[in-house]
Structures are given as C-alpha cells and as structure tokens.
C-alpha cells in the first residue's frame, strides 16, 4: 500500500491478556516510531527503530512493553499481561531516515 | 532524550482570534516540522523550517523557527472552526543518548476553536 498500515485498527482484550499490535511501514522507510495517545492527549514517545541500529528503548513505560522489527520492514509492539491504563490509541509513523514522518491511523486499544 | 516543550498544552477560543503555540527546548535541532492531527486520524505535515529565523506562511498560519533553532512558534490569524485539532512540532537533531538522528515530537497542543 501507499501509506503506512497497522493493524488491527481496534483491539479489545481482558486484563492481563497479551496483546500483538502490528506496523507496516511505506517501503524504503528506515526511520519507524511507536507512540502511544491517550484519550484527548498529545503523543507519548515508545520506541524508535532506524535501519540497523539498536532501537531507542527509552519510552517503553514498562517491562511489559517491548517491540521488534524485522529489518526495515514490519513492526510488531507487544504488550503483555495488559492493564487498563494501557489503553490507548497507538501510533506506529515511518520516514526515510529523519524526513517527513507518515502515520498509520492507529490502533484503538481497550483493556476490561 | 531530546525534550520538545509545548505550550500551551490545551487552547479554547473563539471564531475570529488570533493564536499563538510554541515549541521550545534546550537541544539544537537542524530542522523543525510541524504537524497537525485531526479526531481519528493521525498526525500529517504541514510545514517544515530548516535555517534560524526562517518564517514560512501557509494561508492564515504563520510559523518561524528561532534564530537558535531551539523553539519555534506557530500563529494563527483569525482563527476557524476548521483549524480545530492537536498541533505537533517535531524537531530533527542527533540524539547522543540513542547515538541516533531522530525526530523528537512534542506532546502537542489541542486547539478547539468555537463557531
């Protein structure tokens, strides 16, 4: 596709289930973000994946967030053993190293 | 970690007025773009400014970029309805604590601009 795609766009689980949240970033794209919103709130930064180099970690808000990337394609964030407070929109963007950012329409996660 | 400071965090005001954001930090970026999302969409550009002191205007929305390239602002003159929804900025810089150049969003300010 022509943009960047996540899916699924709408994800309800029950507490303490494992969730897999899913990123296709446009190809060629090196630089892809996760970020997390809440409800009527700005962006909170998660994670940061440029080609090859180690990820940027730093906004992952617990060990039970992590994500992965398979070379400069597909992204999956996965948050385990989830709590109410996790829900949110999450946001997956790509760009070509540091250029415009483009963003998926997120996935709506609620947690019971 | 790069930090994007923006304020205000939330703005209510009427058809007509005139606003200002701001986007402030301490870290040097070489480039700063601007974003806006609107309610179940994600965030697109709407501006990029790359040299200290550049202004670039966009119909009604007027943004410039600190001759530092540490803040930037954006206005908007007689403000619509149809302006309504969260301004980002997002700064371009090398991040020594990532060893990585990223792009450093703020949290965003969100506009609602009454009929």
């Known amino acids: 596709g022509a943009g960047v795609s996540q899916s699924p766009s709408n994800k309800v689980t029950e507490k303490g289930k494992d969730v897999e949240l899913r990123c296709d970033p446009i190809?060629?794209?090196?630089?892809l973000y996760w970020y997390r919103q809440r409800l009527g709130q700005g962006l909170e930064f998660l994670i940061y994946f440029q080609g090859n180099s180690a990820p940027d970690k730093s906004g992952l808000p617990s060990d039970r967030f992590s994500a992965e990337r398979t070379g400069e394609s597909v992204s999956t964030l996965t948050i385990q053993r989830t709590q109410q407070e996790d829900s949110a929109v999450y946001l997956c963007?790509?760009?070509?190293?540091?250029?415009?950012?483009?963003f998926g329409q997120g996935t709506r996660l609620t947690v019971v | 970690t790069q930090l994007l400071e923006q304020s205000p965090q939330f703005l209510s005001i009427q058809e007509g007025e005139n606003l200002t954001v701001y986007c402030n930090s301490s870290s040097v970026f070489s480039s700063l773009q601007w974003y806006r999302q609107e309610p179940g969409e994600g965030p697109v550009l709407l501006v990029t400014v790359v040299t200290g002191g550049e202004v670039k205007k966009l119909k009604r929305l007027t943004f410039q970029f600190g001759d530092a390239r540490k803040d930037s602002s954006l206005h908007i003159t007689a403000a619509q309805p149809g302006d309504t929804g969260l301004y980002l900025c997002a700064g371009e810089g090398w991040d020594s604590g990532a060893g990585s150049y990223q792009l450093t969003f703020g949290k965003g300010t969100k506009l609602s601009v009454i009929p």
């Open positions: 190809s060629g794209h090196t630089a």
């Open positions: 963007a790509s760009s070509f190293v540091v250029t415009e950012a483009f």
